[in-house]
Structures are given as C-alpha cells and as structure tokens.
C-alpha cells in the first residue's frame, strides 16, 4: 500500500460479514474504523431518550443534526456515546434494532449523517494513515472516491446463520426464522434509500457464503494491497 492515507470503503447487506471483516482489516493495516450503521443506531437510540417521535421526520432530522454523537474509531475498541452516554451495547438491543430502519430511510437524517461521516473521514486522513468505513451507500454515496470501494455480499441462508449466530448463538431454525426480522425485513427496508445488494461500477464484489471469517479478510486485504481481477470475482480462489 501506499504511505499516503486510504480510505477503503465496504458495504453490505445484514450478516455480509462486512462488520467483522472491517475491524480485522482496519487492525491489520493500521486505520480507523468507522461503523455508519452505529450512528444510526445511536440516533434510533437518542430519539426513545429524548421522546421524539420517528414518524416525525423533521424532528428526526433536527436530532441527526444536533445529537451529542462521539466515536471512537480505534477498531480493537470502538466506542460509541451519546453526551455522557456508553450506548455500544444499548444500540445493538432488540428494540433499537427493530426501529433502526425508520431512523436509516428519512432521507434528510441520512444528509445530515454524510455530512458527519466525511467529517470523521477526514479527520483520520489528516490525523493517520486513513480509515475503513463500513455501512450500506459508502461505495457509491459517501465516499465514491475511496481508494478502495467493496461490496460483501452473502445468499440469504448464510447472512441468517450467521445473525443467528450473533444474537442467540445458535443456528436452530427457531433461531434462525426469530433472526429473519432482523436480516430481511431490514435490508429491504434500507434498500428503499441505498443499493446494497450488487456492486455499483468499480467496486470491487465478494461473496462471503461459503468463506470463514479470516478467508473474508485475506480476499479484502489481497484487493487492497495487489487489487482484484477485471471481473470482480476475488473471492473465488479462497472458496473451497
């Protein structure tokens, strides 16, 4: 990689792996991390605080704007507060999950959070060696000119294992079908303001189905430091 800072850019739909995959990349190249879906999360969080209500858009938008929102992007420990507020935990709770999409689709609240995101983004540029910024319209709406730009993506049936995994560490069907509200129902929700599901001209495709977590890293970090084949399909040498 070059000296000069990178921002490398990773989308995807829910339990693409691209989470996970971002922190491990951003740890072995030295960046920051940013996770975009936690300041949404956040702000879902921030508006049952504060009782605002989600059908009001506008006031929702005023909050995205004003919220006291800080990050910490070291990807061995990110953070997130809202004022004097540890809300990591409290953000990823099944009630905030459950509204997260009505804070994600008000288009004036995602303008207001863009304008946040290349803020952080810049600020690690200018401050280190760059950052890996996860979410689900970075590739092609917040920073389209990354020196990186990658899609995950994932067959239905692996994103719910692996969800499942996650929230009830199991993959019984039960759990598996409790996990679909939150993978299905929400992507098509979020797909309404942003395309998450195929990778936009030059950005760069992997299906993470069939490969392990560390498989997923060792394609992403081989598409940053030698790049990926013209069609896109870097993952297929590590597929079994």
């Not at 049952?48 to 909050?63: H, P, S, T, Y």
């Not at 997260?100 to 995101?117: D, G, W």
Request: hydrophobic share 40%.
């Amino acid at each position: 990689m070059s000296s000069d800072p990178v921002t490398i850019a990773i989308d995807g739909p829910s339990g693409s792996g691209k989470s996970s995959v971002s922190q491990v990349v951003a740890t072995e190249l030295g960046l920051a991390y940013l996770d975009t879906g936690a300041m949404y999360r956040a702000l879902a969080w921030w508006c049952a605080d504060q009782g605002i209500d989600l059908a009001d858009l506008d006031r929702v938008a005023g909050a995205a704007r004003d919220f006291p929102l800080r990050l910490g992007t070291d990807p061995r420990h990110p953070t997130v507060h809202v004022g004097r507020s540890d809300v990591g935990q409290a953000i990823r709770t099944t009630q905030v999950s459950a509204v997260v999409s009505q804070v994600a689709t008000n288009l004036a609240v995602r303008e207001a959070m863009r304008t946040r995101q290349r803020d952080l983004i810049a600020a690690a540029r200018e401050q280190g060696a760059g950052i890996v910024v996860e979410g689900r319209d970075i590739t092609t709406v917040v920073a389209p000119d990354a020196e990186h730009r990658i899609l995950l993506s994932a067959s239905e049936e692996a994103r719910l294992l692996r969800r499942s995994r996650e929230l009830f560490a199991t993959d019984h069907p039960d759990a598996v079908e409790a996990t679909r509200d939150h993978v299905v129902r929400r992507d098509r929700d979020d797909a309404t303001v942003s395309a998450f599901f195929e990778p936009a001209e030059g950005v760069v495709g992997i299906d993470t189905s069939d490969l392990t977590l560390s498989q997923a890293v060792e394609v992403v970090l081989r598409v940053v430091t030698v790049g990926a084949d013209s069609d896109h399909r870097a993952a297929d040498s590590t597929h079994p």
